[in-house]
């Protein structure tokens, strides 16, 4: 009976207390509850933009040169180290001289006697006249002397022109670059014979320019018409020359960049990759372009207009469209999807989907869904409060 009395008290109290707590319960849930999450917001940014069509394009020199010799002899020095730059006549191979210059010594000889005999004949002729005159020589001997000093000049004209001969064959003999530009290695050594015939010459080295560069591309038909059609209305930029301006950059290095213009159009379109192959000219005063190499060209299809950008970080995918996440003025998240154009330097265009002065989510987005509130921060970040290129 005791213990009755006791156990009745203590199960009121317990009551009592649960009854308590499951009152306290919702006001304790409602403190809980976390706040709204940070995002970073910017508002697009506004530039002027001219779209471009990216393509794959090659390097090629202006100029090549294949040095070969143009006589035949012992190959006695190289004066030149692979790859550096040449300037035009400058000395990049020489053969043994001596024979050359014998040669001459004696060519010279031969026209010294030439003209020796020519000035003797020549005395003769005017005697032969003299005496012609006066009868004392039948005119079969004058003709004669006549005929030898018309032999003798002839004489002395070919020994005139085997000196000339001779003495380019020695010049010959020092091999100098044809054009400014970069040298390949020496494909022959030192103390080789090389051969200078035609037809059998050897190859000694090659030479490019470098600076212009052409740059090869191949733009296919739907975008050969809407350059073209822009440029008949005078709608796309051009230089003072009315060449159309390109840029080129390199895949590994995304912060070099030229800019060029396109040098000829090829006159006809490929009919298997149905392509018009173009070719720019770009300068590239420090040699970094290298003949070879692949890089990218960037041609203009549009007018220049005002655009609007977004960074690539606050754009999402869903499916097979593209979205932002934006703040409403009641700070919640609202989904707007977005036609985009063009990637520059970390932005996208976007062409349909915003008008401007939005609060567009660029840090955050993958905390938050549509509908959610959030806490908005104003993007701090100089680079993203500004157009590219601005």
Same mark, same amino acid.
């Given at each position: 009976?005791?213990?009755?009395?006791?156990?009745?008290?203590?199960?009121?109290?317990?009551? $009592?207390?649960? $009854?308590?707590?499951?009152?306290?319960?919702?006001?304790?849930?409602?403190? !809980?509850?976390?706040?709204?999450?940070?995002?970073?917001?910017?508002?697009?940014?506004?530039?002027?933009?001219?779209?471009?069509?990216?393509?794959?394009?090659?390097?090629?020199?202006?100029?090549?040169?294949?040095?070969?010799?143009?006589? #035949?002899?012992?190959? #006695?020095?190289? =004066?030149?180290?692979? &790859?550096?730059?040449?300037?035009?006549?400058? $000395?990049?191979?020489?053969?043994?001289? /001596?024979?050359?210059?014998?040669?001459?010594?004696?060519?010279?000889?031969? +026209?010294? !006697?030439? =003209?020796?005999?020519?000035?003797?004949? !020549?005395?003769?002729?005017?005697?032969?006249?003299?005496?012609?005159?006066?009868?004392?020589?039948?005119?079969?001997?004058?003709?004669? /002397?006549?005929?030898?000093?018309?032999?003798?000049?002839?004489?002395?004209?070919?020994?005139?022109?085997?000196? %000339?001969?001779?003495?380019?064959?020695?010049?010959?003999?020092?091999?100098?670059?044809?054009?400014?530009?970069?040298?390949?290695?020496?494909?022959?050594?030192?103390?080789?014979?090389?051969?200078?015939?035609?037809?059998?010459?050897?190859?000694?080295?090659?030479?490019?320019?470098?600076?212009?560069? @052409?740059?090869?591309?191949? +733009?296919?038909?739907?975008?050969? @018409?809407?350059?073209?059609? +822009? =440029?008949?209305?005078?709608?796309?930029?051009?230089?003072?020359? &009315?060449?159309?301006?390109?840029? +080129?950059?390199?895949?590994?290095?995304? &912060?070099?960049?030229?800019?060029?213009?396109?040098?000829?159009?090829?006159?006809?379109?490929?009919?298997?990759?149905?392509?018009?192959?173009?070719?720019?000219?770009?300068?590239?005063?420090?040699? %970094?372009?290298?003949?070879?190499?692949?890089?990218?060209?960037?041609?203009?299809?549009? #007018?220049? #207009?005002?655009?609007?950008?977004?960074?690539?970080?606050?754009?999402?995918?869903? $499916?097979?469209?593209?979205?932002?996440?934006?703040?409403?003025?009641?700070?919640?998240?609202?989904?707007?999807?977005?036609?985009?154009?063009?990637?520059?330097?970390?932005?996208?265009?976007?062409?349909?989907?915003? @008008?401007?002065?939005?609060?567009?989510?660029?840090?955050?987005?993958?905390?938050?869904?549509?509908?959610?509130?959030?806490?908005?921060?104003?993007?701090?970040?100089?680079?993203?409060?500004?157009?590219?290129?601005?």
């Amino acid at each position: 009976m005791s213990s009755l009395r006791f156990a009745a008290p203590t199960l009121v109290l317990v009551g $009592l207390a649960l $009854l308590a707590t499951g009152c306290k319960r919702p006001q304790s849930a409602a403190m !809980q509850q976390p706040p709204p999450p940070t995002v970073t917001v910017a508002p697009p940014t506004e530039r002027e933009f001219t779209d471009e069509v990216e393509l794959s394009a090659r390097i090629e020199p202006v100029e090549t040169v294949e040095i070969r010799p143009r006589v #035949s002899g012992y190959l #006695s020095e190289v =004066r030149f180290k692979a &790859g550096q730059r040449v300037e035009k006549g400058d $000395l990049l191979f020489a053969i043994d001289p /001596r024979p050359f210059q014998a040669v001459l010594q004696r060519a010279e000889a031969d +026209l010294a !006697q030439a =003209r020796a005999r020519a000035e003797s004949a !020549q005395r003769d002729e005017r005697r032969a006249t003299t005496l012609e005159e006066q009868k004392a020589i039948s005119k079969e001997e004058a003709d004669q /002397r006549r005929s030898r000093l018309s032999e003798s000049r002839a004489a002395v004209a070919a020994a005139e022109a085997s000196v %000339t001969t001779a003495r380019l064959n020695f010049e010959y003999t020092e091999v100098r670059s044809p054009i400014r530009g970069r040298i390949s290695r020496a494909f022959v050594t030192q103390g080789n014979n090389i051969s200078g015939v035609d037809g059998f010459t050897t190859l000694l080295a090659t030479v490019v320019t470098d600076d212009p560069v @052409h740059v090869y591309a191949d +733009l296919d038909e739907a975008t050969l @018409h809407r350059v073209q059609a +822009l =440029r008949a209305a005078g709608k796309v930029g051009t230089d003072p020359a &009315g060449r159309l301006p390109v840029r +080129l950059t390199l895949p590994g290095a995304p &912060g070099l960049e030229r800019t060029g213009f396109v040098e000829s159009f090829n006159n006809r379109i490929d009919a298997d990759t149905g392509s018009l192959l173009i070719r720019a000219e770009v300068a590239n005063a420090d040699g %970094t372009l290298i003949p070879g190499q692949f890089v990218r060209l960037r041609v203009p299809v549009s #007018s220049k #207009s005002r655009v609007l950008m977004v960074p690539e970080v606050a754009i999402g995918t869903d $499916l097979a469209q593209r979205f932002v996440l934006t703040v409403s003025s009641s700070n919640t998240v609202d989904y707007q999807t977005v036609t985009l154009g063009a990637a520059v330097d970390g932005y996208r265009v976007v062409r349909e989907g915003l @008008h401007g002065g939005e609060r567009v989510i660029v840090n955050g987005i993958a905390r938050v869904r549509p509908g959610m509130p959030v806490e908005p921060v104003r993007s701090t970040n100089a680079a993203a409060a500004r157009p590219p290129g601005a």
